[in-house]
T-cell receptor, first 113, second 112 residues
Framework: GAGVSQSPSNKVTEKGKDVELRCDPI?????LYWYRQSLGQGLEFLIYFQGNSAPDKSGLPSDRFSAERTGGSVSTLTIQRTQQEDSAVYLCASSTTSAQGYTFGSGTRLTVV | KQEVTQIPAALSVPEGENLVLNCSFT??????LQWFRQDPGKGLTSLLLIQSSQREQTSGRLNASLDKSSGRSTLYIAASQPGDSATYLC???????????FGRGTSLIVHP
């Protein structure tokens, strides 16, 4: 596609429920990144996928968070047993190589009530 | 570990002023530095990308410079307009990882 697509754009869920957030990167982009942006905070790195390599999961805040990338394209970020502190905007970015910079999606605003 | 700092955190100026936003980073072994704009409730829009071998990049009224030795980048906005009001973020890729590290941003308001 022309840009990075994220869905849903907004998600309200009850505490304790599981949620799945989807990212569809730009076609041909081998690298994919997930970030979290809490209210008034900077961007917090979550996870990085590069081609068929094992993902860099060093930013995931707890074992309730997981992500996968199928066929080197679409990625899903899953949050299990959501907590109120998980409320944030979840942003996805993709790139061809680092030299070409990063393109971000519009994000998913997650609200846990 | 790379650390990125942006100063000032917030800025309010009258329309027409020329502005300088600052970004500093602790590890000078960078691959590139990218400036983004974020409007309220929106994602990030790329403004300028500077490779480690470059000193500056220009796009319209925007000019970004890079000084690796001092660990600094500046974003210059000429003749500011109310439509420039947004948060400006600096992101640095470095240290063997292609994962960009972001500053906290500068929140800019340009009033008519």
């Amino acid at each position: 596609g022309a840009g990075v697509s994220q869905s849903p754009s907004n998600k309200v869920t009850e505490k304790g429920k599981d949620v799945e957030l989807r990212c569809d990167p730009i076609s041909g982009h081998t690298a994919l990144y997930w970030y979290r942006q809490s209210l008034g905070q900077g961007l917090e790195f979550l996870i990085y996928f590069q081609g068929n390599s094992a993902p860099d999961k060093s930013g995931l805040p707890s074992d309730r968070f997981s992500a996968e990338r199928t066929g080197g394209s679409v990625s899903t970020l899953t949050i299990q047993r959501t907590q109120q502190e998980d409320s944030a905007v979840y942003l996805c970015a993709s790139s061809t190589t680092s030299a070409q910079g990063y393109t971000f999606g519009s994000g998913t605003r997650l609200t846990v009530v | 570990k790379q650390e990125v700092t942006q100063i000032p955190a917030a800025l309010s100026v009258p329309e027409g002023e020329n502005l300088v936003l600052n970004c500093s980073f602790t590890d000078s072994a960078i691959y590139n530095l990218q400036w983004f704009r974020q409007d309220p409730g929106k994602g990030l829009t790329s403004l300028l990308l500077i490779q480690s071998s470059q000193r500056e990049q220009t796009s319209g009224r925007l000019n970004a410079s890079l000084d690796k030795s001092s660990g600094r980048s500046t974003l210059y906005i000429a003749a500011s307009q109310p439509g420039d009001s947004a948060t400006y973020l600096c992101a640095v890729s470095s240290g063997g990882s292609y994962i960009p590290t972001f500053g906290r941003g500068t929140s800019l308001i340009v009033h008519p």
